[in-house]
């Protein structure tokens, strides 16, 4: 009788694409059992590993403080829940800016969890490294150097023209191509031009006066913009291979590298490498904003608060969250930055890993609705209403010139809120406040989209 997929399966086989040539090979070559059997031994398959029967604990640091507030916090919890019951999670945090990022399962922003000996693409998402740095003038006057940011810096799609990009490091291009997830000349070219950008959505520049020193700060806000994206989307193929052999009941969102492979320890070496394009993306901004007013940095720091974090074959996935422990971070050079919104001041912190916080604070304001609900509560009134209003007293400038109300102070959570939760739960120790003076966006991109405009036709 032939043999075929079903044999393979009693045999203890899952499906998978060797089948196809295993079953050829056995039938061309007219295997006995006892051949079959010493055949297959090259195919082994790993054992499956289940989910959790029940989530692993997780600590709640956010309470709903307004009713419109219930709904978010009934989300995160929830999706927490599902969420601890992935096979290598050990425990987790909410932050009180946590709020939801899809269905029940995902990891929220706001969100931390600890898994053991595994790196979760999907639990930094495609924004690696979303960090934040912060560059003292001393007396330079804010404005001056608010002026001299939006004529240095980049919002918004894709890179930076030719002729206007900003050096990226040969010492970091070498690296790139010495690993295997960033060897692309490609996205080499990506990471090169999109050097000095800043991107879109909540991404900043954002200007300020030390409350304790009066002394101007600037304070920019962004990711690891295209590169980062494509290791994210490597990242993914890469671990959903991995799931569909030794956990396939865990959500594909959920997937992960295991460390202790080539392709867990060449990920985990990837992500240190954007992450130093992105410092370096940041310091670039900085230091050309430095060049053009021709003055020095009084101090600088920086943190990032959306990657992973390691300490032994513990593997901490901050989903937007700020490292205290300075175990977490090897270049550490001062304290921690939490930017809340454009009206109100950054946060300086400092703090140590403690009962409720797993080592981490909140990175920001948060969200208690999504961008189209916000701008659906606001329809009655016109979009200069809203950012009059909510713009009174700052220099608020978008990019784009196109404002984007979905950014504006009322679209986030309370930042009141926040700070209250931060002192409840002992989460953090609040050094300085770098109070608002203005702030450059990226704006509504999309509003002027060239694939949203209507081509002419010229008659013949």
């Given at each position: 009788?032939?043999?075929?997929?079903?044999?393979?399966?009693?045999?203890?086989?899952?499906?998978?694409?060797?089948?196809?040539?295993a079953?050829?090979?056995?039938?061309?070559?007219?295997?006995?059992?006892?051949?079959?059997?010493?055949?297959?031994?090259?195919?082994?398959?790993?054992?499956?590993?289940?989910?959790?029967?029940?989530?692993?604990?997780?600590?709640?640091?956010?309470?709903?403080?307004?009713?419109?507030?219930?709904?978010?916090?009934?989300?995160?919890?929830?999706?927490?829940?599902?969420?601890?019951?992935?096979?290598?999670l050990?425990?987790?945090?909410?932050?009180?800016?946590?709020?939801?990022?899809?269905?029940?399962?995902?990891?929220?922003?706001?969100?931390?969890?600890?898994?053991?000996?595994?790196?979760?693409?999907?639990?930094?998402?495609?924004?690696?490294?979303?960090?934040v740095?912060?560059?003292?003038?001393?007396?330079?006057?804010?404005?001056?150097?608010?002026?001299?940011?939006?004529?240095?810096?980049?919002?918004?799609?894709?890179?930076r023209?030719?002729?206007?990009?900003?050096?990226?490091?040969?010492?970091?291009?070498?690296?790139?191509?010495?690993?295997?997830?960033?060897?692309?000349?490609?996205?080499?070219?990506?990471?090169?031009?999109?050097?000095?950008?800043?991107?879109?959505?909540?991404?900043?520049?954002?200007?300020?006066?030390?409350?304790?020193?009066?002394?101007?700060?600037?304070?920019?806000?962004?990711?690891?913009?295209?590169?980062?994206?494509?290791l994210?989307?490597?990242?993914?193929?890469?671990a959903?291979?991995?799931?569909?052999?030794?956990?396939?009941?865990?959500?594909?969102?959920?997937?992960?590298?295991?460390?202790?492979?080539?392709?867990?320890?060449?990920?985990?070496?990837?992500?240190q490498?954007?992450?130093?394009?992105?410092?370096?993306?940041?310091?670039?901004?900085?230091?050309?904003?430095?060049?053009?007013?021709?003055?020095?940095?009084?101090?600088?720091?920086?943190?990032?608060?959306?990657?992973?974090?390691?300490?032994?074959?513990?593997?901490?996935?901050?989903k937007?969250?700020?490292?205290?422990?300075?175990?977490?971070?090897?270049?550490?050079?001062?304290?921690?930055?939490?930017?809340?919104n454009?009206?109100?001041?950054?946060?300086?912190?400092?703090?140590?890993?403690?009962?409720?916080?797993?080592?981490?604070?909140?990175?920001?304001?948060?969200?208690?609705?999504?961008?189209?609900q916000?701008?659906?509560?606001?329809?009655?009134?016109?979009?200069?209403?809203?950012?009059?209003?909510?713009?009174?007293g700052?220099?608020?400038?978008?990019?784009?010139?196109?404002?984007?109300?979905?950014?504006?102070?009322?679209?986030?959570?309370?930042?009141?809120?926040?700070?209250?939760?931060?002192?409840?739960?002992?989460?953090?120790?609040v050094?300085?406040?770098?109070?608002?003076?203005?702030?450059?966006?990226?704006?509504?991109?999309?509003?002027?989209?060239?694939?949203?405009?209507?081509?002419?036709?010229?008659?013949?």
């Open positions: 009788m032939e043999f075929n997929g079903n044999h393979l399966i009693e045999l203890g086989y899952r499906p998978a694409k060797w089948f196809k040539d079953i050829n090979y056995i039938n061309e070559n007219n295997l006995d059992e006892i051949q079959i059997r010493e055949y297959l031994d090259q195919f082994k398959q790993s054992d499956i590993i289940p989910l959790h029967e029940t989530a692993k604990d997780f600590i709640i640091n956010i309470r709903a403080e307004h009713e419109s507030e219930t709904d978010n916090v009934e989300k995160v919890i929830n999706t927490m829940k599902v969420l601890m019951k992935t096979p290598t050990t425990t987790g945090a909410l932050m009180p800016d946590a709020c939801p990022t899809g269905p029940e399962g995902l990891i929220p922003v706001g969100g931390v969890v600890v898994a053991k000996n595994a790196i979760h693409p999907g639990f930094h998402s495609a924004d690696i490294c979303c960090s740095m912060l560059t003292d003038f001393g007396d330079a006057d804010p404005k001056e150097v608010l002026d001299a940011a939006h004529s240095v810096t980049h919002f918004g799609y894709g890179g023209p030719r002729g206007e990009q900003m050096p990226m490091s040969q010492e970091l291009m070498d690296a790139f191509r010495e690993n295997y997830f960033l060897n692309d000349e490609k996205l080499i070219s990506i990471a090169r031009s999109h050097m000095g950008t800043q991107g879109d959505g909540n991404h900043f520049l954002f200007v300020g006066k030390s409350k304790n020193t009066g002394n101007t700060m600037l304070v920019t806000h962004h990711g690891s913009r295209a590169p980062g994206a494509a994210y989307d490597k990242g993914m193929k890469v959903n291979r991995f799931r569909q052999d030794i956990s396939p009941e865990t959500l594909r969102e959920n997937a992960w590298i295991p460390f202790d492979t080539e392709e867990g320890q060449a990920y985990w070496e990837a992500l490498l954007i992450r130093t394009w992105t410092k370096e993306n940041h310091t670039n901004i900085h230091d050309a904003v430095l060049n053009k007013l021709g003055t020095e940095k009084q101090d600088r720091y920086w943190n990032e608060h959306n990657f992973v974090f390691r300490d032994g074959d513990l593997f901490y996935h901050a937007g969250a700020t490292p205290l422990d300075d175990k977490f971070m090897p270049d550490i050079t001062g304290p921690r930055l939490i930017p809340l454009m009206s109100e001041p950054v946060l300086i912190v400092q703090g140590k890993t403690n009962g409720r916080n797993l080592g981490f604070a909140p990175h920001g304001a948060g969200r208690n609705f999504s961008r189209t916000h701008k659906r509560s606001l329809a009655h009134k016109t979009i200069e209403e809203i950012f009059d209003e909510e713009t009174q700052l220099d608020i400038r978008f990019f784009s010139n196109e404002i984007d109300i979905s950014e504006l102070p009322s679209a986030y959570k309370s930042a009141k809120n926040v700070r209250v939760q931060i002192e409840e739960y002992g989460l953090c120790e050094l300085d406040e770098v109070m608002p003076y203005g702030c450059i966006m990226a704006g509504d991109v999309g509003k002027n989209a060239p694939w949203k405009k209507k081509k002419k036709f010229r008659k013949a």
